[in-house]
């Protein structure tokens, strides 16, 4: 047995010494990673829009097919909408979005009014925000993790 495996290291040695190499295995390429720049942005600023547009609307279940595969693992969609209570939104803007490789941050303004009861009097707010996405089998979706401090304008 011994011997069995000197004479194989000893092929393998001879086979790597003379630059032979095993042919490589190429990853085939997803048909997302083709399309054209200008439409990878399109398709993710359309879906950023649906997204926020769900979250105007107190949509849930819309804002949720939105979200990463990852985050639906991690919470139940009733855990999910349970954690954005709190704040009305009143509208958003897309403002930009520029794609690195599989992920993406899109600016969205967004035009918002918390409704806590102590929080009552305060008045309409507007926020840019950095809003994370990945694409995840050539497919835009929304990174789970929203809970970044949003830069507030004047």
């Given amino acids: 047995m011994t011997r069995g495996l000197a004479v ?4 393998l040695v ?6 032979c190499s095993a042919p490589v295995q190429r990853e085939s390429v997803p048909p997302a990673a083709v399309i054209a720049p200008e ?3 399109q398709t993710l600023r359309e879906r950023a829009a649906a997204f926020w ?3 105007m609307e107190d949509n849930e279940k819309g804002q949720w097919e939105l979200l990463e595969p990852r985050g639906k693992g991690r919470v139940t969609p009733q855990e999910y909408a349970s ?3 709190g704040v009305r939104y009143l509208g958003y803007k897309i403002e930009d979005a520029t794609i690195e490789g599989y992920f993406a941050t899109v600016k969205v303004r ?9 929080m009552v009097s305060v008045p ?6 950095d809003d994370q996405w990945i694409r995840v089998a050539g497919t835009w979706y929304r990174q789970l993790d929203d809970r970044q401090a949003p830069r ?3």
């Fill in 39 to 41: 439409q990878q942005l």
């Fill in 83 to 85: 954690e954005r209570k």
């Fill in 53 to 55: 547009a769900a979250r």
């Fill in 8 to 11: 194989i290291a000893t092929g």
């Fill in 110 to 118: 967004l035009l918002f009014q918390p409704v806590l009861q102590r």
């Fill in 14 to 19: 001879a086979f790597v010494g003379t630059g």
């Fill in 152 to 154: 507030r304008e004047p």
């Fill in 124 to 129: 309409v707010q507007t926020v840019l925000l």
